[in-house]
């Protein structure tokens, strides 16, 4: 396969009362009643702009850890892939997203390798949510969300029964996990979705993304994009008009199925992602 993608556990090619007292001027019972009324109220509100799934690729129970996109591994800026809309409620759109975080706390690998139970870091990503243009390309930017989230570190490493990877690598846990998903959530507020779009993942690295931090590395370097793999079957809810594709921006040509047609814009790449498209899930509201 022609993409940078990292598994679970190695990288491979690239890598959820009565009475009637008073109570002002209404008697008790009647403000009971009020009260019964005003709660049934809220509940049909409640109800009325509650969340709908609408597109789901996130397996069920979440996984330890699963196939990723590795940005600074591929010298990668943006990753996502093309969606189709399960009904017609599209409004004020949440986007949630699967990370895979290879990093451990102290920034060591092998069996130096040690994160304290619960340590974070915080980096902010970006979604952004385009139209879908003529021949399946980028289109016009619909909605674009910078969020800082705290992202896991990976667990330490489980020495007693884990080996150590070509990588470097000494797993996590009785799966020898190499890395540890976590979602992360966008709230789109505004914004109305269209029955297909392009759904992407961007963030800096020390050396790749649109504005590279060169360093201190914190975490950032070792943090992946999931990836829903082949066994685990397509979306729940929703499809995936180009099973086949995705759309990145990268730097190197590795990173593509037709890395040469291009390099370093962000593009459709077509014919080695069958099966591998992002994790990411998106509930709405119809009002």
Known sequence: MGNGLATPHGVVGLTMENGDN?????????????VALLAMSAASAATASASTSIYDNIPMPLPGNMVSMAFEATSTSEFGAQVEFAGTVRKNPTVTVTMSSWACQNLKGGAACLTASGATFEWPITLNVYAVGAGNAPGA?????????KIPYRPSANTKKCSLTAEGVIGWGKECYSGKTHNITFHLSGVTLPAKAILAIAYNTSDYGYAPTHGPDIGQDSMNVAVREPAEGGPSVGSDPLPSGAYLNSLWSGA??????????FRLDEGCWTGYQPAIAVKAVKG
């Open 22 to 34: 008073m109570i002002g001027r209404i008697p008790a019972r009647a403000a009971k009643l009020v």
């Open 141 to 149: 930017l619909l909605a674009t969300q910078t969020t800082t989230f």
């Open 256 to 265: 593509y199925c037709e890395g040469a047609l291009g390099t370093g814009t």
